[in-house]
């Protein structure tokens, strides 16, 4: 595998290459996986002391956060595996679980598909990875979020013929993406 010329690109590559090995392992054979889709680590950059970079994989695309600093990572150790870290992006609030691979140490993660079996192309993944971490730093996105919770919180508390927020169709996934359901009898 050819050097990284900066950090960043050492990070990816580091990433590429635990979960490549990870697909060609554990993952081998399991029937969730996408077989047009790739290993591929998305617009890795530093964010507040930590890489931060979307993660493509045959089963998932996930926000991914991995220590920049040895003392990061002694103090990720202390971290109980599987734990919740909330972390605040200009899009909001969002909440990363605690991981660890024997190659690549401690890292975080915060899913935003999982499975990916409804990408038809890797292109199609790299389009959602950039577009979910473009929302990520989207201020506006945060608003529009709390529009969509406020208005959710008025149709649970309305009478029952109303949609629940369920039923409306808006999932995590697409407020991340900025969707939201069409209106009822549009097309």
């Not at 950090?7 to 580091?14: F, G, I, L, N």
């Not at 697909?23 to 399991?30: C, H, K, S």
């Not at 577009?131 to 208005?151: H, I, R, V, Y």
């Not at 169709?169 to 009822?184: D, H, T």
Request: with cysteine; charged share 20%; net charge negative.
């Amino acid at each position: 595998m050819p050097e990284a010329r900066d950090p960043a690109q050492a990070v990816s590559a580091r990433l590429e290459a635990t979960f490549a090995k990870i697909l060609a392992t554990r993952m081998d054979g399991v029937p969730i996986l996408n077989s047009r889709i790739e290993v591929e680590a998305i617009g890795t950059r530093e964010w507040n002391g930590h890489w931060l970079t979307v993660l493509i994989t045959p089963w998932f695309i996930n926000l991914m956060l991995l220590p920049e600093t040895e003392e990061q990572r002694e103090a990720w150790g202390k971290l109980a595996l599987g734990s919740s870290v909330p972390y605040i992006f200009p899009a909001g609030r969002f909440a990363f679980l605690v991981g660890e691979d024997g190659e690549l140490g401690r890292y975080q993660m915060c899913s935003l598909f999982s499975p990916v079996l409804e990408f038809e192309s890797h292109e199609a993944a790299r389009i959602a990875a950039n577009a979910a971490l473009e929302a990520l730093f989207d201020a506006g996105a945060d608003d529009a979020n709390a529009k969509e919770t406020d208005k959710a919180a008025a149709q649970a508390s309305a009478p029952a013929s109303s949609p629940s927020p369920a039923a409306s169709g808006v999932s995590r996934r697409g407020l991340i993406m900025g969707k939201v359901a069409p209106e009822k009898g549009s097309v």
